[in-house]
C-alpha cells in the first residue's frame, strides 16, 4: 500500500503531528503471501527445502482444505504438509508458475508448490513443514511419489531412471 506525503515544512515543524501506522489487512482469500498477511485460521509457512513462503489453513479432519484461492490462482488446493508434530496443513499443488498467479511454482518430490518470495519477510515467523507424500497404492511405483513401507527407491546401474522395490524373501520371491 503507498501513501502520498508531503515534506515536513519548516512553518509547522512545531505543529504536533498524529503518528500512525498503515492497517494492513490480511489476504482475502486463503493461499496468498504472509507479506501481506494471512487469514485468522492460517499460518505463514515455509517447506523445507524450497524458497519462499505461503499462508495455509490447517486440514480439517476429513483432510479437506478451503477452496478459495487467491485471484489468477489455477492451482488446487491439497492436504499436502505435514510439520515435525504431526499437523497437516493445506497447500496450492501446482504445475507450472502459471498455475501459481503472482507466485512460483516450486517443486519438491516430484509435487509443485505455490510459494511466494520471501525478501520482504524475514521478521514473519513461519511454520516449517515438509511435503507429506503419500506412498504408491501398488508396489514398483515411482519413488517420486514414494514407496510401500516393505519398499526402498532402486536405481540399477547402467539403467536411467529408478523404481520401488521390495526385498525377495529366502525362497527368491518379491
Not at 503471501?33 to 513462503?53: F, I, M
Amino acid at each position: 500500500t503507498g501513501l502520498c506525503t508531503y515534506d515536513t515544512a519548516p512553518i509547522v515543524s512545531n505543529v504536533p503531528a498524529l503518528i500512525a501506522e498503515v492497517d494492513v489487512g490480511a489476504n482475502p482469500t486463503h493461499y496468498g503471501d504472509p507479506a501481506t498477511g494471512c487469514e485468522s485460521d492460517e499460518q505463514a509457512v515455509r517447506v523445507t527445502g524450497l524458497k519462499g513462503d505461503f499462508c495455509s489453513p490447517q486440514c480439517d479432519s476429513s483432510g479437506s482444505c478451503p477452496s478459495d484461492v487467491p485471484s489468477g490462482d489455477a492451482a488446487k488446493p491439497q492436504c499436502a504438509l505435514r510439520t515435525t508434530t504431526g499437523s497437516k496443513y493445506c497447500a496450492l499443488i501446482c504445475q507450472a508458475d502459471s498455475d501459481c498467479g503472482t507466485g512460483s511454482c516450486q517443486k519438491i518430490m516430484g509435487t509443485g508448490l505455490c510459494t511466494y518470495d520471501t525478501a520482504r519477510l524475514n521478521s514473519v515467523p513461519a511454520l516449517t513443514a515438509e511435503v507429506d507424500v503419500g506412498a504408491n497404492p501398488t508396489h514398483y511405483g515411482d519413488p517420486a511419489t514414494g514407496c510401500e513401507s516393505d519398499e526402498q527407491a532402486v536405481r540399477v546401474t547402467g539403467l536411467k531412471g529408478d523404481f520401488c522395490s521390495p526385498q525377495c524373501d529366502s525362497s527368491g520371491s518379491c
